[in-house]
């Protein structure tokens, strides 16, 4: 219990890839349960501030295991926080509807359209996303140890 406690509330130390999907799998379950909360509560649905406050509820745990994976690469993870910065800010934007216009869909039911700049942004997001994905979830990391720790998988350095 304390290794799953420590994978979402520490930055110390490197995880491999098996590690850091499973962390993720947790992440996608505790989203799946968050929104069912934040939908019986009225915040589901268009709004943007359910959006919001699944992104500040799972941010912290996300940040730990995307930094400590890039820590495993031997990287201090500038990239990610670029990464989670930009979502955080964009998720922002859209609760509080900025780059967002309210759009009749003809039969009474109104949903907010991102603005083409917005669009662009996400599209922007989306694809550096995919890199991450690349470098966090399907990259070996370093071999031995590194300057961020010892090996996850137990190698000694070649």
Do not use: E, H
Not at 71 to 99: C, E, H, P, W
């Amino acid at each position: 219990m304390d290794t799953l406690v420590s994978l979402y509330t520490t930055t110390d130390g490197r995880i491999s890839r098996k590690q850091w999907w499973l962390g993720v799998v947790g992440l996608v379950i505790a989203s799946i349960v968050l929104a069912i909360i934040l939908g019986l509560a009225g915040l589901g649905g268009t709004s943007g501030w359910g959006q919001l406050i699944s992104f500040v509820v799972l941010f912290y745990p996300g940040w730990c295991i995307g930094i400590k994976r890039r820590q495993d690469r031997d990287n201090n993870g500038t990239d990610f926080k670029v990464l989670m910065g930009v979502s955080g800010l964009l998720t922002l934007l859209q609760a509080l509807g900025i780059g967002v216009t309210m759009t009749d869909m003809g039969n009474g039911m109104i949903v907010p359209m991102p603005d083409m700049w917005m669009s662009t942004l996400f599209l922007l997001l989306g694809l550096f996303g995919l890199y991450m994905l690349v470098q966090l979830g399907f990259l070996k990391g370093t071999p031995g140890a590194n300057s961020y720790g010892a090996d996850p998988l137990g190698y000694a350095a070649a």
